[in-house]
């Protein structure tokens, strides 16, 4: 494999932006993904006979022209378009926004993993791939994995959950000019938890009548999505849990029996007794889930070594929006400027 000139480190949503934007500009670009697939809090699961399952991001929801293109260009066959239709008190949503008129909502029938698996078409990723340090060098910067190996580009650009890049940026840059107001700046960010329980039932029990809903008048639960209806012919009825912030934060480190047992029983106080009964369950402990509103940074913070190797941070956390698009769109906006240094210009020519 040639050199790159970028290491993306991370393949969420923003990182596959940022190196799809790059690769698109002709910059040498590749990317490291510690997991098994790409896509971060874009997940999708496989139950019960392989049905999909949403346990992270339910749906797709655009602001801007250029993040709906992004996620027009998937098959239409398994588009469902302005999925969630039936909505409970949607102002209670971690992004009300999301059903302002004029948004755009769009969910899969297989599955949101479709988004980033489409952004990743055509990159280098290497999966399951943990970089345990960052080394700075002449006009470079390394990655160090937990193998001991290691590989060294011009630019790193982390994009992990904020904690996780933080942790793999401070070490390394901490000393370099202008590095301690950044790095403050992003330990004040606190990201937020959520404990989530997909909860399986059969065909036989009520078919809940919302998409999805933010009870008003539960201590543990935010957020029941009715995933099974997004589903064409399937063979469980799958509703997904989502805990309050504070809930998960209390109770983030408690075994997860625990606290499934719990999101299940207040499920069934509001959607009745067979709502507390499911045939299987399965949990997720989000420890990133998102950022909240108040706390993002607006653009990414740059280091710049001595010796000439560069870091940068992107990810929600350092867009104007909150969510998947602002971190769809840090990503785009950080390949464009990394490809439009005149160095990196040159180098191609």
């Known amino acids: 494999m040639n050199q790159p000139t970028v290491i993306v480190v991370g393949a969420g949503v923003a990182g596959l932006a940022c190196a799809r934007e790059l690769s698109r500009r002709g910059v040498p670009v590749r990317v490291l993904e510690r997991a098994r697939g790409v896509g971060g809090r874009c997940a999708t699961r496989r139950v019960a006979g392989d049905q999909p399952v949403d346990h992270g991001v339910p749906f797709l929801h655009a602001a801007s022209g250029e993040f709906r293109q992004a996620f027009d260009e998937l098959d239409p066959a398994g588009k469902i378009p302005g999925w969630p239709r039936r ?3 949607p102002k209670l949503a971690c992004q009300p926004g999301a059903f302002n008129p004029g948004r755009r909502r769009q969910a899969r029938r297989e599955g949101l993993s479709a988004f980033p698996k489409h952004l990743a078409r055509g990159l280098e990723v290497e999966l399951n791939r943990t970089v345990r340090a960052l080394r700075d060098g002449e006009g470079e910067v390394a990655v160090e ?10 630019f790193v650009v982390l994009a992990c959950a904020v904690d996780q890049s933080l942790a793999l940026a401070a070490p390394c840059v901490a000393d370099w000019s202008g590095a301690r ?10 990201p937020i938890r959520t404990l989530t329980v997909i909860a399986g039932y059969g065909l036989d029990v009520p078919e809940p009548p919302f998409d999805i809903w933010y009870p008003i008048e ?4 935010h957020t029941i ?5 997004k589903r064409t012919a399937p063979s469980s009825r799958v509703l ?8 998960s ?9 625990e606290w499934r047992d719990e999101l299940v029983w207040e499920a069934g106080e509001l959607l009745g007794a067979w709502a507390a009964r499911p045939a299987w369950t ?3 402990r989000w420890r990133s889930a998102r950022v909240r509103p108040a706390e993002l940074l607006g653009e990414s913070p740059v280091f710049e070594s001595p010796r000439g190797g560069r870091v940068v941070v992107i990810g929600d956390a350092f867009a104007r929006d909150p969510g998947l698009e602002g971190a769809y769109m840090s990503g785009i906006s950080v390949g464009e400027q990394v490809a439009t240094l005149p160095s990196v210009r040159e180098s191609r020519a």
């Open 87 to 89: 909505v409970r008190q």
């Open 145 to 154: 994995f937990e193998n001991g190996e290691h590989l060294a580009a011009r």
């Open 181 to 190: 107001g950044a790095l403050e700046a992003m330990r004040a960010i606190r």
């Open 218 to 221: 539960t201590t543990m639960l």
């Open 225 to 229: 999505s009715h995933d099974s209806a």
């Open 240 to 247: 997904v849990l989502q805990a309050r912030p504070r809930y």
């Open 249 to 257: 934060e209390e109770y983030l480190e408690r075994p997860a029996e």
């Open 282 to 284: 399965q949990t997720h």
